[in-house]
């Protein structure tokens, strides 16, 4: 059975830090480029942060402005997000999904086959 296991959101105050994890199991991770996508109430689903299967390549959304980081680790199947600066704008939930697609696509969700269930992120002023 696929899975993705997102963890690590929670409640934090404008300026804090959280490290998201993805870790996924029943598929051939180190086949797939994973992103992190997010999606607030009302707002469709959008890229964060994309990885390539070799981390090579990354591609992070310009209105981070460095603010977070996409890492992974092949041995352990897990990709993690770790998000620092964290502003109300920041609230969402936020989703891991994994695609074979060609990296051109890492940003578009449709091209994406497998997803977790989501994790919440808030962040209060």
């Known amino acids: 059975e696929v899975q993705l296991q997102a963890s690590g959101g929670g409640l934090v105050q404008a300026g804090g830090s959280l490290r998201l994890s993805c870790a996924a199991s029943g598929f051939t991770f180190d086949d797939y480029h994973i992103g992190w996508f997010r999606q607030a109430p009302g707002k469709e689903r959008g890229a964060v942060a994309c990885?390539?299967?070799?981390?090579?390549?990354?591609y992070y959304a310009d209105f981070l402005k460095g603010r977070f980081t996409i890492s992974r680790d092949n041995a352990k199947n897990t990709v993690y997000l770790q998000m620092n600066n964290l502003q109300p704008e920041d609230t969402a939930v936020y989703y891991c999904?994994?695609?074979?697609?060609?990296?051109?696509?890492?940003?578009?969700?449709?091209?994406?086959?497998?997803w977790g269930q989501g994790t919440q992120v808030t962040v209060s002023s």
């Open positions: 999904g994994a695609t074979r697609a060609p990296w051109r696509y890492c940003r578009i969700s449709s091209r994406y086959a497998y």
């Open positions: 990885i390539d299967d070799t981390s090579l390549t990354k």
